[in-house]
């Protein structure tokens, strides 16, 4: 039932957004003022080529481009400085992490406007431009762009592009609306240089610094909002075990972030919006709902065995058609095929599944108290590779 009001809350808001897009707003200045682009890599040589080159191709008159290496094992520094592509700067440190290489970039940056871009993601020429018009609103602080999935030609990458349209693009569109977005994605967020600093800068002590920064500039009373416009292609896990690291990190690091700001709760403006809304949405719905799955699934066998066929099976015909008409709809709002549906009932069985499992995992290891370290993914190039057959 929860899992069916999500869904209705989802259409719903995205249905308010799309109004709120696409309503006449009078003159609204252009925003065409100088952007630092900052992109930490460690070992990303597979796909750091392709990314320096989307971003300088930007369709945006006043661009520079840092690439902080944070102590790359492989030839990351220079590839990038053997491409001599004007307002390209590569800034090399040691190996401090992620964070610490964000914070290099915010300090060496140059302009009041800084986009934050992962080194395994692609731009498209107009994204750059897209993504910081927003800021024409003095009381936007961040905005989070559209994040689609480079590598979906097979299975997995495919329910991952589900995911990503479906589930995260949907949430999105509802956290805009009601005010209380916990994440920008590392992959493609831009951010005004004061609120940056005022912050503190991007924070080291959680796994999911993403969703840790974004809280915090809520918390200091800026509005964050989605330009679903605002395109980038990235280069998702190819494998099971890739993806089980990557979501075990993103589901450990969230919960991490919601306990260090669940004083959000008591708070005024728009860290009580996080604290009232969004992170009882988060405790819901990817804590709670998944540990439940297991009792789920024990009822749905009871009902096989002792429940009439015929209810048990219209039930679920209702139940993944709904599934299928939002993910429709979904499909629709980010402009893409309606093709990778078929795939969507096999999905919901096992994939699913699988990303409750990692929940189950991330909530045991919190709870007897050990850390999780920080997992990389191997990159495959596949960014730079087929973008190109994606757009």
């Known amino acids: 039932m ?27 200045p252009v925003v065409n003022v100088p952007v630092s682009v900052i992109v930490p890599a460690y070992n ?5 080529a392709a990314t320096v080159r989307s971003l300088v191709g930007s369709a945006y008159p006043a661009l520079e481009v840092i690439v902080v290496d944070d102590g790359s094992t492989d030839d990351t520094a220079g590839i990038v400085e053997r491409l001599r592509l004007r307002g390209v700067r590569v800034i090399r440190q040691a190996n401090a992490g992620k964070p610490a290489a964000l914070n290099t970039g915010i300090r060496a940056a140059r302009a009041e406007l800084l986009v934050l871009v992962d080194g395994d993601t692609v731009f498209q020429p107009d994204t750059v431009h897209r993504l910081v018009q927003g800021f024409a609103d ?6 989070s762009g559209n994040t689609k999935v480079a590598n979906r030609r097979r299975l997995l990458g495919r329910w991952q592009h589900l995911e990503y349209v479906i589930g ?31 912050v503190g800068g991007v924070p080291a002590d959680t796994l999911a610094e993403d969703t840790d920064l974004t809280m915090r500039v809520l918390r200091a009373g800026w509005r964050v909002v989605y330009e679903e416009k605002a395109i980038a292609w990235t280069e998702a ?37 996080l604290g009232r809304r969004g992170l009882p949405y988060l405790t819901v719905f990817q804590i709670v709902l998944p540990l439940a799955a297991p009792a789920v699934d024990v009822f749905a066998v009871y009902g096989l065995l002792f429940l009439p066929w015929a209810s048990l099976a219209l039930a679920c015909v209702g139940l993944l058609l ?26 919901q069985l096992v994939y699913r599944q699988v990303m409750y499992l990692v929940v189950v995992q991330s909530v045991v290891t919190a709870l007897i108290g050990n850390r999780l370290r920080w997992q990389r993914m191997i990159r495959t190039g596949d960014a730079a590779a087929l973008v190109g057959a994606q757009r």
């Open 322 to 347: 709904l599934q299928g008409l939002t993910a429709a709809y979904a499909l629709r709002l980010d402009g893409e095929r309606y093709g990778p549906l078929w795939s969507l009932p096999l999905q």
């Open 44 to 48: 990303e040589a597979a796909n750091i």
């Open 2 to 28: 929860l899992g069916i009001v999500r869904l209705a809350v989802q259409v719903a808001c995205a249905q308010l957004h799309v109004r709120r897009v696409r309503r006449p707003r009078g003159h609204r």
């Open 138 to 143: 003095p009381t936007v602080g961040a905005i």
């Open 168 to 198: 995260f693009n949907l949430d999105r569109r509802m956290y805009d609306v009601l005010e209380c977005m916990p994440t920008i994605p590392g992959a493609i967020g831009a951010f005004r240089r004061e609120v940056l600093l005022a």
């Open 237 to 273: 896990p190819s494998t099971l075990r890739q993806l089980w690291r990557q979501r075990y990190r993103w589901c450990y690091g969230t919960m991490q972030a919601m306990w260090k700001h669940r004083h959000a709760l008591r708070e005024p403006g728009s860290g009580g919006r």
